[in-house]
């Protein structure tokens, strides 16, 4: 694999403000989340923003894909290809994924939402997923090594009895989308590499109710459960510093 690119001060300075806006962006289209809009509905107004603010969304013809976000709602766990028939509805719950390009520097980023009034159980996947991505960058900083965060993602999910997905990891980021290294997050047993100041990572935990099986839809990209129970996304661009990390890509 490729070297992990350790980025300059000038592209830590562009990497902030493509996470910035990216940040703006999902507050945005978080407004949005609502029973009765389509999940293209949310890609149009998506690419809207992006574009407004002199960018490009990162996703679109992305080894083909067709849209700016990809919305995954309820047993969808990422990649779901937003529909003018796919309405979201009173309890469904829906994860945005999405990236921008800011003077060729990306960002990455996912939030789960719940639409309307949603299960205590639903409430509590999408807050779980969430603190996992924290206790997991608690790990990332200098001197500590890449799996830590893994693991310290996986012992907290596990705890709660819920299922990671393997099929599916995090990514360094930078002038590409998805750069070296892989950021699983289940257990490993090697520590993975040295984490050094001005690495920029996309950590982001999917996690299943049910077991970690997934499958993959006819269209291509859509991933499922394997048993439908439902999932949770949860994703943040960090930078590496000699302390506490960066989160790029909240406000
Ligand atoms: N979900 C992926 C990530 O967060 C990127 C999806 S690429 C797309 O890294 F083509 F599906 F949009
Ligand atoms: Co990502």
Request: proline share 5%.
């Amino acid at each position: 694999m490729a070297a992990v690119t350790i980025k300059s001060e000038w592209e830590i300075q562009l990497m902030r403000e493509a996470g910035r806006l990216l940040a703006q962006v999902h507050e945005e289209l978080a407004k949005a989340i609502r029973p009765g809009i389509s999940t293209k509905d949310i890609d149009v107004a998506c690419e809207k923003l992006i574009r407004g603010y002199g960018c490009t969304p990162n996703f679109l013809h992305y080894e083909g894909y067709p849209a700016s976000v990809c919305v995954s709602v309820n047993d969808e766990v990422v990649h779901g290809i937003p529909r003018e028939d796919r309405i979201l509805e009173e309890g469904d719950i829906v994860s945005l994924d999405m990236g921008l390009i800011y003077r060729g520097y990306h960002s990455d980023a996912a939030r789960t939402y719940g639409v309307g009034r949603i299960t205590p159980e639903a409430e509590k996947l999408i807050k779980v997923t969430r603190e996992s991505f924290f206790r997991g960058i608690g790990m990332a900083r200098a001197g500590r090594h890449l799996h830590d965060i893994s693991n310290a993602i996986a012992d907290y999910v596990l705890s709660y009895g819920y299922g990671i997905v393997h099929d599916l990891v995090g990514h360094g980021i930078g002038t590409s989308l998805h750069e070296p290294p892989y950021i699983p997050n289940f257990p490993q047993r090697r520590r993975g590499i040295k984490l050094k100041p001005g690495m920029t990572l996309a950590v982001e935990p999917m996690i299943n109710q049910g077991t970690g099986e997934v499958e993959w839809l006819d269209d291509g990209w859509t991933v499922v459960t394997a048993d439908h129970r439902l999932s949770a996304h949860y994703e943040n661009t960090v930078l590496i510093t000699e302390g506490e990390p960066e989160i790029l890509t909240l406000l």
